[in-house]
């Protein structure tokens, strides 16, 4: 019988060319491949070496000549597209098959851009994932490889790999959740849904973004509150006494991404526009989505959601006696000045996993 714990998993992604040799070891299973520097056969051969085939049937799931719309198998076209990739534990808690989904969730939290997998190698061999976004066009946004050559990945890796089960769905996982593990599963699938609005914005509903955005902080931070009265305000105390240390002008900045949500689920912004265009009568009425706002409330969410994994997780170890919930946690916090320097602590733990860089917003 193979070793679970020796399971491992490629994931190839397109980009710029990067400088570095034929690979790049990070630590005990993890590594991250040139891949320019392969030619296709070279790389089957070795990665059917780290990552042993599970039986003769799959060996045609490799190399094809011609994309014949088969998942499995690439074509030496297609690889050449390829810009880098990465070698790493397959772990995931109870996965059926391997861990693909659960993994790219954790990298996309740990990624300020959402990364689009030109395929991944298992012991089935190698398989294409269609994401509606083609990873070729999102060139440049795929340039990440650097923030995954540290010992800092690899304990971000580790430390948040219990909580990938929220990245996917899994029916018997599911069935033995609670009402915690719906909250934390509903944040994190609207929080991958998110990649639909990257570099892509329309001018007459862009603020739909912000509304989704407010609604994966509304299930963290006021979801099954028992009144609905001072919603705004309570979520603005709680987030920030979660990352305010991180990002000091957290509540100010959600309350505006609050307002724009309000505009456009209430109405007002459509009529604003009508009429702006009434006066105009032009397509320069129609206003202009601020992608810098929305980016920065886009990782607002991303450090939002991981902190509250992460706590979630200490629960989880009894590192919080009397509570059961995150949210609890945080409400209690607001005025528990013992109590949120514990919070702050480990949520420190986990953000500074991150590169510096992405806190300058």
Same mark, same amino acid.
């Given at each position: 019988m193979r070793n679970k714990r020796a399971k491992k998993i490629f994931i190839a992604f397109a980009g710029p060319k990067i400088k570095q040799q034929k690979t790049f070891?990070? =630590?005990?299973? &993890?590594?991250?491949?040139?891949? @320019?520097? &392969?030619?296709?056969?070279?790389?089957?051969? *070795?990665?059917?070496?780290?990552?042993?085939?599970? /039986?003769?049937?799959?060996?045609?799931?490799?190399? *094809?000549?011609?994309?014949?719309?088969?998942?499995?198998?690439? +074509? =030496?076209?297609?690889?050449?597209?390829?810009?880098?990739?990465? %070698?790493?534990?397959? =772990?995931?808690?109870?996965? %059926?098959?391997?861990?693909?989904?659960?993994?790219?969730?954790?990298?996309?939290?740990y990624s300020p851009n959402f990364l689009y997998p030109v395929f991944?190698? +298992? @012991?089935?061999?190698?398989?294409?994932? *269609?994401?509606?976004?083609?990873?070729?066009?999102? &060139?440049?946004?795929?340039?990440?490889?650097?923030?995954?050559?540290? $010992?800092?990945?690899?304990?971000?890796? $580790? $430390?948040?790999?219990?909580?990938?089960?929220?990245? +996917?769905?899994?029916?018997?996982?599911?069935? /033995?959740? /609670? $009402?915690? @593990?719906?909250?934390?599963f509903v944040a994190s699938l609207l929080f991958s849904e998110l990649k639909d609005y990257e570099n892509s914005k329309e001018s007459i509903t862009w603020q739909r973004e912000a509304a989704d955005m407010m609604t994966i902080l509304e299930s963290l931070f006021t979801a099954d509150d028992n009144t609905t009265e001072e919603i705004g305000y309570r979520l603005r105390k709680r987030i920030a006494t979660l990352i305010s240390f991180r990002s000091p002008d957290i509540e100010k900045d959600v309350k505006k991404l609050y307002r724009e949500r309000s505009k456009f689920v209430h109405g007002s912004f459509f009529a604003e526009v009508g009429k702006e265009a009434k006066k105009n009568d032009s397509v320069s009425?129609?206003?202009?989505p601020d992608f810098h706002f929305l980016y920065k409330h886009k990782e607002y969410v991303r450090f939002a959601l991981l902190a509250y994994l992460n706590l979630a997780l200490a629960i989880k170890s009894r590192k919080f006696k009397g509570f059961q919930r995150t949210i609890d946690i945080l409400e209690a916090a607001v005025i528990d000045l013992k109590l949120r320097k514990k919070v702050i602590f480990l949520t420190k733990e986990v953000l500074n996993f991150l590169p510096e860089s992405q806190f300058k917003l």
């Open positions: 070891h990070i =630590e005990s299973g &993890f590594e991250c491949w040139n891949l @320019d520097k &392969f030619s296709l056969d070279e790389f089957v051969k *070795k990665i059917k070496g780290v990552i042993s085939p599970v /039986n003769k049937n799959v060996l045609r799931n490799y190399k *094809k000549d011609a994309d014949d719309g088969d998942l499995f198998g690439i +074509t =030496e076209a297609q690889f050449k597209k390829c810009s880098w990739g990465l %070698l790493l534990p397959d =772990e995931v808690p109870a996965a %059926l098959v391997n861990g693909y989904s659960e993994i790219i969730f954790l990298l996309n939290l991944h190698a +298992t @012991d089935f061999g190698i398989m294409r994932f *269609k994401h509606g976004k083609d990873p070729f066009i999102y &060139f440049h946004g795929q340039n990440q490889s650097r923030i995954f050559k540290g $010992k800092k990945f690899v304990g971000f890796f $580790k $430390k948040l790999l219990p909580q990938s089960v929220y990245g +996917t769905w899994q029916r018997d996982r599911c069935e /033995n959740w /609670n $009402k915690e @593990d719906w909250r934390l009425a129609l206003p202009l």
